[in-house]
Nanobody, 116 residues
Framework: QVQVVESGGGLVQPGGSLRLSCAVS????????MGWYRQAPGKQRDLVAT???????NYADSVKGRFTISRDNAKNTVYLQMDSLSPEDTAVYYC??????????WGQGTQVTVSS
């Protein structure tokens, strides 16, 4: 059974940075397109960024130029580097397959809070 475990969230001041990690076990990870998603309180879960098995990336307009998605296939891990954070980025962040692939069971996510 595939397990997805997100980590790296926390409390950060506006303008700060965080790096999220997502470890995926039990899957043919290296060829799988992956994505980061986020869900703010009272809102739907939105796609933030995707990365293909070959390393091609795509970003939501709201994070373009501030967030960077990357992957280490040897470690079955996907990362999300988040810079210039603003309070609007506050949400629970999840990783999973890219939306054009079958989803794994969702993990617990990792909370990111941007506040002074």
């Amino acid at each position: 059974q595939v397990q997805v475990v997100e980590s790296g969230g926390g409390l950060v001041q506006p303008g700060g940075s965080l790096r999220l990690s997502c470890a995926v076990s039990g899957s043919i990870f290296s060829i799988k397109a992956m994505g980061w998603y986020r869900q703010a309180p009272g809102k739907q879960r939105d796609l933030v960024a995707t990365i293909t098995g070959g390393g091609s990336t795509n970003y939501a307009d709201s994070v373009k130029g501030r967030f960077t998605i990357s992957r280490d296939n040897a470690k079955n891990t996907v990362y999300l580097q988040m810079d210039s954070l603003s309070p609007e980025d506050t949400a629970v962040y999840y990783c999973n397959s890219a939306p054009w692939c079958a989803f794994y069971t969702w993990g617990q996510g990792t909370q990111v809070t941007v506040s002074s």
